[in-house]
């Protein structure tokens, strides 16, 4: 007996039964409203819904996201409270995911969303991420004393800065034609030219858009470290944008001791990839000269469908350095680009320039020697075909 015949038996007399056991276009649409997990699960019933599936994944290729923000009754940072259960509810297959979080992470309990559990660690941290997604994810997840977010639910949210903890996100994104996201991650013990090479960081024409942060950089021999991984790529064409962030929790690092300092980010290859980012310096004080440095993001002409704007600050910068304004930099970033969603983090330095990566050519207006700053904001747009 085909799979089709058994599933027919669970409709008997009815017409739905051959509509939704030979006609590909329903089966295919009804899909199309069927949240990521339940799609799996569902491709299971026969072979017509697995292939009507696959289709559907194929398509699903928009950029989503999961923020939280404030405080909870439970030991549980904002974001483990809700990041399980808004996961069920997505509609793509992640391939990549970005978290960021204030350090309260890393004190709370873990995504187990069990009351009265032990703190977890690190390593375990980093182990419930894993189990909240696909196998064969590639999970990444920095800790930093700031962050920037977009509330989840439309491009449209107004950004907010958080400077003082209490809010997080995890952007997913799916596998995506023509874009090819590399994850590394590097210590002391395992950087060198072959492992650069290999994670796309150099020796790689396609290589467009460089995300990047280093964790426990204060440490001894850990600017030294900095220094060893931007100078190679300094000499790429790619555009460079990231910080100095307080730890990574994900993935684990099992070359290094905890506390070590190391390095981990995106390489994001591939002809559909564009991107563009400004840097807001020191003189940059009030919203009119914010809105001003950003407005010029606009010269690079990026699409805003699949577009994700970063803000990279110093913690030196928000409410007080604009005469005690809040959110004027990401006000001015959503005044200029009010379809685009903006994530990032306030850290212990800035990496990044002024310039712009568009099909095949480069515009730099900066020194690429001169990629780390204090006290500045680097605004950053990446899209990704």
């Known amino acids: 007996m085909s799979e089709n015949s058994d599933f027919v038996d669970f409709f008997p007399d009815s017409k739905a039964e051959y509509i939704l056991s030979n006609v590909a276009e329903v089966v295919e649409r009804i899909l199309t409203f069927i949240p990521t997990k339940s799609l799996l699960q569902l491709a299971s019933v026969c072979r017509l819904w697995r292939n009507c599936a696959r289709r559907v994944l194929r398509t699903q290729q928009q950029l989503t996201w999961v923020s939280a923000s404030g405080h909870h009754s439970t030991e549980s940072h904002a974001l483990n409270s809700i990041l399980a259960e808004e996961v069920e509810k997505v509609y793509l297959l992640p391939k990549t995911v970005l978290v960021m979080a204030d350090c309260e992470i890393l004190n709370g309990g873990a995504f187990c969303y069990k009351p009265n559990k032990a703190k977890k660690s690190r390593n375990s941290l980093d182990a419930e991420l894993n189990e909240l997604f696909p196998r064969g994810c590639d999970v990444m997840g920095v800790a930093t004393p700031g962050i920037v977010l977009t509330p989840s639910g439309s491009c449209g949210n107004p950004p907010q800065e958080y400077q003082h903890g209490g809010a997080g996100f995890a952007i997913m994104l799916p596998a995506i034609e023509g874009v090819h996201i590399q994850p590394f991650h590097f210590c002391k013990r395992t950087i060198s030219p072959t492992a650069l090479k290999e994670a796309g960081l150099i020796d790689n024409p396609e290589l467009r858009v460089i995300l990047i942060f280093f964790y426990e950089a204060y440490k001894p021999g850990g600017a030294r470290f900095l220094n060893q991984i931007l100078e190679p790529l300094s000499k790429t064409k790619a555009l460079i944008a990231g910080g ?22 995106l390489a994001l290859s591939g002809p559909k990839v564009q991107g563009a980012s400004v840097l807001l310096e020191e003189d940059v004080i009030s919203a009119k000269a914010a809105e001003a440095t950003i407005r010029r993001l606009k010269a690079a002409k990026i699409p805003e469908k699949n577009t994700l704007g970063f803000m990279f600050a110093c913690v030196g910068r928000g409410q007080n350095y604009y005469n005690n304004q809040s959110n004027v930099e990401a006000d001015a970033f959503h005044k200029v680009f009010p ?23 480069t515009l730099c207006d900066t020194d690429m020697d001169n990629l780390q700053h204090e006290y500045t904001t680097v605004m950053t747009l990446v899209h990704l075909g």
């Not at 730890?247 to 190391?262: E, I, T, V």
């Open 339 to 361: 379809n685009t969603p903006l994530f990032g983090l306030f850290g212990n330095g800035e990496i990044g320039c002024d310039r712009i990566i568009k099909d095949d050519y």
């Open 244 to 265: 100095l962030v307080e730890h990574a929790f994900a993935p684990s690092r099992y070359c290094c001791s905890q506390g070590s300092y190391g390095v981990i980010g």
